[in-house]
């Protein structure tokens, strides 16, 4: 069993930063990414950004480039997203998602955590 917990949303004013964080814990035997999506009233689920732990790759989306950062922390198994700039737009639930292979089934699997509130207010 996989374990995401997130960690740093809240209330923001228009212009403002905010980080999140999430750990993964259970039983992993590997990360193969790990990523942020989010959900805004009325809209569907959308891609943030992702960090691929087996190549390095990072993906953001176009309309968070330049403002948000992902990345590894010094704690395993986690990661961060840096929100800088934040606009009433990027109000949302975020969700991590993770990649993962655990130790018993050494398949991957897609898995979520239970999301965070980031309200920007203008």
């Known amino acids: 069993q996989v374990q995401l917990v997130e960690s740093g949303g809240g209330l923001v004013p228009t212009g403002g930063s905010l980080r999140l964080s999430c750990a993964a814990s259970?039983?992993?035997?590997?990360?193969?990414?790990m990523g942020w999506y989010r959900q805004a009233p009325g809209k569907e689920r959308e891609l943030v950004a992702t960090?691929?732990?087996?190549?390095?790759?990072?993906r953001y989306s176009e309309s968070v480039k330049g403002r948000f950062t992902i990345s590894r922390d010094s704690a395993p198994n986690t990661v961060s997203l840096q929100m800088n700039s934040l606009q009433s737009e990027d109000t949302a639930v975020y969700y991590c998602?993770?990649?993962?292979?655990?130790?018993?089934?050494?398949?991957?699997?897609?898995?979520w955590g239970q999301g965070t509130q980031v309200t920007v207010s203008s």
């Open positions: 998602n993770a990649d993962i292979v655990t130790w018993d089934t050494r398949s991957r699997s897609s898995y």
């Open positions: 259970g039983s992993i035997f590997t990360i193969n990414s």
């Open positions: 960090l691929s732990h087996t190549i390095g790759n990072i």
